[in-house]
């Protein structure tokens, strides 16, 4: 079944203590994305990667490191969490010229 | 990047046609109107785009004004499993310099399908 996973679904950590959401895509998907979604504030894009070693910023990246050394997978790097990273955390993929991004399932992520 | 506005949120009953407006008037003519829709917390889920001229699928249709400057997502017979989150998102035809774009997600439009 083609799809997007992430790990772990739910995360509740504290301040300071390092933390890598992981993404991994079976469709050998060239582009990859991480986004973000808080309340009143819709979706919003931390980082993309158009394919391996090669990533660029969203809107909000401060914070968060991406890495891309293979192509199916993309995790997301808190080096320091902070309560204000506390939000539900997307990953999506497409191909290089496909127009529909399938996202993953979500991570809720707790910051205390 | 052309921003969108869509209403906070609508009701709908179950079996009529669900009519999501969007307004996009700065978009420029190498944009694309996106839609997706998100249920409950779940990754939003794509659901048509269109340059111009109006777009069907099997699920929705799009229309886009002549202008350009607004766009209507119909669900011709809404159900229940309708009610979500849906989102307007406009995006270059281009790549930016970077070899990719950005997709701009606003706070949507809440649907409710009413039984």
């Known amino acids: 079944e083609a799809q997007v996973t992430q790990n772990p679904r739910y995360l509740i950590t504290v301040t300071g203590k390092k933390l890598t959401v992981t993404c991994s895509q079976n469709?050998?998907?060239?582009?990859m994305s991480w986004y973000r979604q808080d309340p009143g504030l819709g979706l919003r894009q931390i980082y993309y990667?158009?394919?391996?070693?090669?990533?660029d910023k969203g809107d909000v990246p401060e914070g968060y490191k991406v890495s891309r050394k293979e192509k199916r997978n993309f995790p997301l790097i808190l080096e320091s969490p902070s309560p204000n990273q506390t939000s539900l955390y997307f990953c999506?993929?497409?191909?290089?010229?496909?127009?529909?991004?399938?996202f993953g399932p979500g991570t809720r992520l707790t910051v205390l | 990047d052309a921003k969108t506005t869509q209403p906070p949120s609508m009701d709908c009953a179950e079996g009529r046609a669900a009519n999501l407006p969007c307004n996009h008037s700065?978009?420029?003519?190498?944009?694309?109107v996106y839609w997706y829709r998100q249920i409950h917390s779940q990754g939003p889920q794509y659901i048509i785009h269109?340059?111009?001229n109006n777009e069907t699928n099997e699920m929705a249709s799009l229309i886009i004004t002549e202008d350009r400057k607004s766009s209507t997502l119909i669900l011709p017979h809404a159900t229940l499993r309708d009610t979500a989150v849906y989102y307007c998102?406009?995006?270059?035809?281009?790549?930016?310099?970077?070899?990719?774009?950005?997709?701009?997600f606003g706070t949507g439009t809440r649907l409710k399908v009413l039984a």
């Open positions: 999506a993929s497409r191909s290089q010229q496909g127009n529909e991004q399938f």
């Open positions: 469709m050998n998907h060239e582009y």
């Open positions: 990667s158009m394919n391996v070693e090669v990533t």
């Open positions: 700065t978009i420029s003519g190498n944009e694309y």
């Open positions: 269109g340059l111009k």
């Open positions: 998102i406009v995006r270059p035809l281009q790549y930016t310099t970077s070899g990719t774009y950005k997709y701009i």
